[in-house]
């Protein structure tokens, strides 16, 4: 009776120990796919910050080449309009010329002095 007992006790502990493993082998399974969820989730957040930033980079880019047209366009209006404002003032200043010249040519032609 003594050793059935005893046979019986082992026999019972044992079957605690093994299910205390199983526990302790599901635990660390659980464990290790948190783990692995938790980093593919990370490594999305990261893919995600990742584009997020590339399309405000290129944002920017685009941002800043149009305002660099926008000056290059600007500029040039500025130099096309002061390019014609000094050829209408250079023909002014011929039609100016030419229209004072007159009187002294006149003069010239009739022998008077314009003095």
Same mark, same amino acid.
């Given at each position: 009776?003594?050793?059935?007992? /005893?046979?019986? #006790?082992?026999?019972?502990? !044992?079957?605690?120990?093994?299910? /205390? ?5 599901? %635990?660390? #399974?659980?464990?290790? /796919? ?6 593919? %989730? %990370?490594?999305? $957040? ?14 920017? $880019?685009?941002? %800043?080449?149009?305002?660099? !047209?926008?000056?290059?366009? /600007?500029?040039?209006?500025? *130099? ?9 003032? *250079? ?6 010329? +030419?229209?004072?010249?007159?009187? +002294? #040519?006149?003069?010239?032609? +009739? ?5």
């Amino acid at each position: 009776q003594r050793e059935r007992d /005893q046979a019986v #006790a082992r026999a019972t502990e !044992e079957r605690r120990r093994a299910e /205390q493993r199983e526990r302790e082998r599901d %635990q660390e #399974a659980a464990r290790a /796919q948190d783990t692995a969820r938790l980093l593919q %989730q %990370q490594l999305e $957040w990261q893919r995600a910050e990742a584009e997020e930033r590339k399309a405000r980079e290129e944002w920017q $880019w685009r941002r %800043q080449r149009e305002m660099d !047209e926008a000056r290059e366009m /600007q500029r040039r209006r500025e *130099r096309d309009e002061d390019e014609r404002r000094d050829e209408m003032m *250079r023909r002014r200043a011929e039609v100016e010329n +030419f229209a004072g010249g007159i009187p +002294f #040519a006149l003069n010239r032609l +009739f022998g008077r002095s314009p003095w």
